[in-house]
C-alpha cells in the first residue's frame, strides 16, 4: 500500500482538495485498496476546522460528496508514516521544514511536479492558492491535473 500525505498551509483548502481528488480517482481506476491518503497543514492556524466553504462547494461541483474533515498539522511522524509528502507549493516546503528539517528518503515533492516536463503550463509551479486569488476554478484545476499524473506515475 502506498500512503501519501498532500500538504498546504492550513489544510482546508488546497491538501484536503487533492486528498478528496486523488481518493476519488484512484476509487474511479479500481484500485483504492492499494492507497492510503490524507492530508495536513504546515501551519497550526486552521487545526479542527472544516474543509473551506467554497473548497467544498469545488468538490461537490464537480460531484464529490459527504466530503468530511477536519484541518490537522503535520508531525515528524508523518514522515516515517507516509511514503510520499506532496506540496501544494514552495511555501509549504519552507513551512514543512521548520517541523522536517530534512528529507533524507527523498519524499516531499510538489504535486505540479508529477506532471509531464512538457506540460509547461503546470509543470514544475505552485499550484494556485484560492485563500487568495478566490480562483477556486483554477486551483481544482492544478489539483485534478497533479493528482492524475501522481495516480499515473505510481500505476
Not at 511555501?91 to 516536463?117: F, M, Q, Y
Request: aromatic share 8%; with cysteine; hydrophobic share 40%.
Amino acid at each position: 500500500m502506498k500512503k501519501i500525505l498532500f500538504i498546504c498551509h492550513g489544510n482546508i483548502c488546497r491538501s484536503v482538495t487533492a486528498e478528496f481528488v486523488f481518493r476519488h480517482l484512484v476509487e474511479q481506476a479500481g484500485v483504492a485498496q492499494l492507497f492510503e491518503v490524507d492530508s495536513a497543514a504546515t501551519s497550526r492556524e486552521e487545526i479542527g476546522n472544516p474543509i473551506y466553504p467554497m473548497a467544498l462547494r469545488t468538490l461537490e461541483a464537480h460531484g464529490i460528496r459527504n466530503a468530511r474533515h477536519r484541518a490537522r498539522q503535520v508531525t515528524p511522524q508523518d514522515y516515517d508514516y507516509y511514503d510520499l509528502l506532496i506540496l501544494m507549493d514552495e511555501e509549504n516546503r519552507r513551512g514543512l521544514r521548520r517541523i522536517l528539517p530534512a528529507d533524507p528518503e527523498g519524499k516531499v515533492s510538489l504535486l505540479l511536479d508529477h506532471t509531464s516536463p512538457s506540460d509547461t503550463a503546470h509543470h514544475h509551479r505552485d499550484v494556485a492558492d484560492p485563500w487568495y486569488t478566490r480562483n477556486f476554478d483554477q486551483a481544482w484545476e492544478d489539483i485534478t491535473l497533479g493528482c492524475q499524473a501522481l495516480l499515473q506515475e505510481l500505476l
